[in-house]
Every structure is written in C-alpha cells, then in structure tokens.
C-alpha cells in the first residue's frame, strides 16, 4: 500500500476515546466512551450530548481494558467518521488493543472494519508500543495508569516482550471508589445532593448509572485539583500527632451542586490530599481498612509490586533489564497526579537499593495524554521500515482469519 496516504487512527481508552486522521499532531476528536440510551426506544446518544439525556442508562464499552460491549463499539467509530466528515471507505483504519486484547475480539473488530464500515485498509496496534514511539524509545518499560486498566509492558527493539506484560485494576476507577468514600463522610452520605453539578437537578427522571457518570466526573476534577503522591509511603490510619509532623498546606475543593450555605460546600483536605493516591501502592491494606463494601485479596499488586513483577516475569539477560530501568516510560491520565514519578524512584529505592532506574513522563501534558493516539499515527506512516501491519479487503476476503492471527499478534 501507499504508506504516504493517511489513516483514521481511533484509540478507544475505557473512560476517553481519541480519533483523528493521522497527519494531524494531536487527535481532533476526543470524547467520552460511554454511551448512553433510551430504555424505551433504545435510541443511542454518543459524546458530550450524554448530558442532555438524564433519563438515559450510561454504559461502557470496554471491560477490563478490552472491548466487550460488541453491539455498540461499531455506533462508537461511526460516530467518529461522522464527525470527522470522512467516509469510511475512503482512508485505511487504525485502531489500538492493549496487550492482552484477545484473538475473538482481534476477528471482531477486523469483522465490523472490513464487513460494516468497509474500511480498504485496516490495522491494530498495540497501545504500549505506540507510547514507546511517541516518546522515541524503542526500548523502555511502559507504565500506563489509566482509567480501568493499570499495565506494564516492557519493549525491547520495538518488539513487546510477552512474558513480561501485566496489568491489573488498579488505576483511576479504583481511586475514585476511595475519593468517593471520602467525600460521603464529608457530606454525611448526600453524595447526590452534593456531588452532582445543579444544572441536573431538575424534576427531570435521573437515572442511577447517570448519577453515576456525573458524579465520576466530579470525582476526576476533585483528583485533579486536589491529590499529590507522598514522597514516602503514609500509613491508612494516622494519629493526630503523625498528622501534625507532615508538612502541608491545606487544600480547598468547592463542590459543584451549590448549597444555600457555601460554606457547605467546600471540602478541606489536610494529609488526605497525600493520603488518598496511596490506594495505588497499597491497594489491599487501603481498601480492606477504609471500604466496607469491597474486599482486595491481601497478595493484590500495587503499582511498584506490580512493576517488579513484569521484571521477575521477564526471565532475559542482565543488560536488557538495566536497558528497561533506564527507559521506564509513565504515562496515562493517572499519571498526572503531581509527584508521581519521584515516588517511584524512591520506592525503587527502598525496595531494590542496588538498582538504578530512570524514569521519563512526558512533561507536554496534552502529549502525554494522546501518547498512543500519537505513537498509533507514527507506526502507521512508518510503512515499509516495519514489518506490514495492515491487512487490506482482498487479503482479508481471501485468508480472513489466519492472517490477522499472523499479522496482529
Ligand atoms: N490531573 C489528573 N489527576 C488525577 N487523575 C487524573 C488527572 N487527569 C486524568 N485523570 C484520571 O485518569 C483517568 C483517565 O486516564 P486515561 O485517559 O489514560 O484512561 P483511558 O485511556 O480512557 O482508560 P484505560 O487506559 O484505563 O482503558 C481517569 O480516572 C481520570 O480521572
Ligand atoms: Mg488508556
């Protein structure tokens, strides 16, 4: 194929979807994931007009960082060619999967480009390696926390070295389930009345997995405004005389349904706005102490464990794991929770003194954030320098499934 023709690149997160034509720098179409319906004439609403329909049910499309929700991925890339006022015919398709996406959903997704949209060209790439080529490290160690999906992916040369991918949960969803604990004891449990914006408070129906949708937005613009890691690790309960030795300057959160009272609706954090991220590195301890609802197995991963164990996984030569500790890529919208990068250092530290490590975060925000959309435009335009990772109509009409098996792997 003509590598000089551009792709329609769409890079489907849990929480925000990236689209865009690949000459352009950064995606120009980014937008929710969920969508929502009407229960009665199960019409779809997609994008930012979720929030005229309270009525509406919200849902998601990806499970575990992973598309399950089939009948409705192909009205999410519609939307985006209808937005983007192309045909899909027109231009080759690029999507990204994370590592463990599986050979079904591989089939799948290449069913509804090829039969659906007609796409003439598709490929799928891997999400972590189009992090390593927005940064220019062909080899590095990503780290992705997002928002459903904490990976690690260690790449060596361009290529993913399998056996050392893990993922887990814990990551901005996870944190919210703790925020949100801690402003219902700040609200005496109102959480409806507090932590959704008043212009829905009409006497509209609202559904619950509405209520939901907006109060996880609020819980996203209170993480960042509010929330910065701890250079050492915070114990879950600490004593007033703990609390007294951590050096703070207290932080102010005003709530977006407005009360009578304004005073009621600002939320002073003290060492919870260091408290509160810890939930990452100690998901069990923090969970199994503070939620009574949910329950985490005691050998669950935090971030750092999480890391070691992509390492252990490994089973390579010393001088390609010296090569991934100097490259240790963090990145996803997680990752902007300020102090981040220094914390990982010093667990390092503390854990494995013999190690020396190198991290790099993106510090262009906006890049950081599109790192796999803007990786996924790079890999499709580089052409014959890569292995062919596009498969075309004809060879898909005529060696289907084997071929993506052999082309996606
Ligand atoms: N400045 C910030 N501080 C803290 N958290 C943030 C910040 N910005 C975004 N987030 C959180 O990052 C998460 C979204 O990250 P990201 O966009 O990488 O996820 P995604 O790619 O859609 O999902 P996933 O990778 O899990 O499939 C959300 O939980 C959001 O609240
Ligand atoms: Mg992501």
Same mark, same amino acid.
């Given at each position: 194929m003509d590598y000089h023709i551009p792709s329609v690149v769409i890079d489907n997160g849990s929480m925000t979807t990236r689209a865009g034509?690949?000459? =352009?720098?950064?995606?120009s179409l980014v937008f929710p994931t969920h969508y929502s319906k009407?229960?009665?004439?199960d019409e779809i609403v997609i994008g930012r =007009?979720?929030?005229?329909?309270?009525?509406n049910e919200v849902y998601t499309l990806l499970n575990d960082g992973i598309f399950?929700?089939?009948?409705?991925v192909l009205d999410n890339w519609k939307y985006v060619y209808s937005n983007l006022k192309?045909?899909?015919?027109?231009l080759p398709l690029v999507i990204t999967e994370n590592s463990w996406n599986t050979k079904k959903n591989r089939n799948k997704s290449c069913q509804l480009a090829f039969?659906?949209?007609?796409?003439p060209v598709f490929s799928i790439v891997k999400a972590p390696l189009c992090t390593s080529y927005s940064v220019g490290r062909s080899t590095s160690l990503i780290i992705d926390i997002g928002s459903s999906v904490t990976s690690v992916t260690p790449i060596f040369n361009g290529n993913?070295?399998?056996?050392g991918t893990v993922h887990s949960k814990f990551a901005g969803d996870f944190l919210n389930l703790h925020v949100l604990e801690f402003l219902k004891k700040k609200t005496n449990n109102n959480i409806d009345d507090f932590l959704?914006?008043?212009?829905?408070?009409?006497d509209k129906k609202m559904s619950n997995s509405f209520k939901m949708y907006q109060i996880n937005k609020t819980l996203a613009d209170f993480k960042l405004s509010c929330l910065s890691f701890s250079k050492l690790p915070l114990d879950p309960i600490i004593t007033p005389e703990q609390s007294n030795q951590i050096q703070m300057t207290p932080r102010h959160y005003l709530l977006?349904?407005?009360?009578?009272?304004?005073? =009621?609706?600002i939320v002073e954090l003290q060492y919870e706005q260091y408290q509160l991220p810890e939930v990452l590195l100690k998901p069990a301890l923090y969970t199994n102490n503070n939620l009574q609802d949910i329950k985490v197995p005691r050998d669950s991963m935090g971030l750092v464990e999480l890391v070691l164990s992509s390492l252990q996984k490994l089973e390579t030569a010393g001088d390609i794991y010296q090569q991934l500790l100097n490259n240790i890529v963090i990145t996803g919208?997680?990752?902007?929770?300020?102090?981040l990068e220094h914390r990982v250092i010093n667990e390092f530290q503390r854990t494995l003194p013999s190690l020396s490590i190198q991290t790099y975060s993106n510090p262009n925000l906006l890049e950081r954030n599109f790192s796999s959309w803007i990786g996924a435009t790079i890999l499709s335009s580089?052409?014959?320098?890569?292995?062919?990772i596009f498969i075309n109509k004809e060879e898909y009409e005529e060696l289907g499934e084997d071929l993506i098996a052999e082309r996606f792997k």
């Open positions: 034509v690949s000459t =352009d720098e950064n995606p009407n229960v009665n004439t =007009d979720i929030n005229n329909y309270p009525e399950y929700n089939w009948d409705h192309i045909e899909s015919r027109e039969e659906e949209l007609e796409v993913i070295l399998a056996k959704i914006p008043k212009a829905f408070n009409s977006p349904n407005e009360q009578e009272n304004i005073q =009621d609706d919208g997680t990752s902007f929770i300020p102090d580089m052409g014959s320098t890569l292995d062919n």
